[in-house]
């Protein structure tokens, strides 16, 4: 594989998208390397710096790893954002229609 000239940051990032891909079975570090178009030592660095973040773990049976629901629930913040930005608007238009 040629060099990878991205930084920790954003291949660990781009590894991160690649893990959601996988959340059900898991990936290995070469699926994970294929899916990322990295190396296998830059997916043990972003998958440990993941790991610290509480955002993947690795299954130490089979040695896949998986997204953990610290990131899932990120998706689900957003959502409730937007949805008291929802229930706000609304409560605003009642207020000035009286419906």
């Not at 040629?2 to 940051?9: M, V």
């Not at 990295?38 to 993941?50: C, F, H, K, V, Y």
């Not at 610290?70 to 207020?95: G, I, P, S």
């Amino acid at each position: 594989m040629s060099r990878d000239e991205r930084n920790l940051t954003l291949r660990t990032l781009d590894v991160l998208e690649a893990l959601c891909g996988f959340a059900a079975r898991g990936a290995s570090n070469a699926e994970l390397a294929a899916a990322a178009q990295t190396s296998a030592p830059n997916i043990t660095r972003a998958m440990a710096q993941l790991t610290a973040k509480g955002w993947a773990r690795k299954d130490e049976e089979t040695g896949r790893f998986f997204p953990q629901p610290a990131f899932t629930r990120l998706a689900f913040r957003v959502t409730a954002d937007f949805d008291a930005l929802m229930r706000r608007h609304e409560d605003r238009r009642r207020a000035l229609t009286g419906e």
